[in-house]
């Protein structure tokens, strides 16, 4: 069954199939000319959709390329409503780092120095999920190590009370 046979309960009656089985007769050439048109007119307009969509694609897209020994910070929620590395919500950090670049894997994905902290996180990880890190001498890292548990999860208790 075809799905359009499926969807609406009849055959699709396009000019190829105006005869009936009974009545095989040769279709004219101007039928069959018509439906050649048709279908290119349909090839030109989804090839015009298909570069429209790839330009609107394209302007965001840019390609990352990082180096050994550069520095990157990671992404702690690649999508929205997923608690990623056991810290999640709206005022916590987007990004957690910078982390070291060990080495190169394939050509989309780098394998980082993360601390103890996040040994349970795989250190491979792919271009996406990093940003790159660019120093700045007046710039101090204050890097507070996550207490995690096995789940990949922390405690939040207040640091000091104010009032």
Known sequence: MTPYA??????????????EVEERVLLEPEIVQLTSDIVTQIRY???TAQSRQKSYAGRRRRDLEFVVCDHVFLK??????VM????????NPRYIGPFEILERVGTLAYCLALPPGLAAVHNVL???????????????LNYEPLQLNPELAFEERPIQILA
Do not use: E, Q, T
């Open 126 to 140: 792919y271009v996406s999920m990093l940003r790159r890190y660019i120093s700045n001498l007046s710039h101090v």
């Open 84 to 91: 990623r590395f056991g810290r999640g919500g709206k005022l």
């Open 45 to 47: 307009r989804m090839r």
């Open 6 to 19: 499926a969807l609406y309960g009849r055959r699709c009656r396009s000019p190829v199939h105006w005869d």
């Open 76 to 81: 702690m929620s690649p999508m929205k409503g």
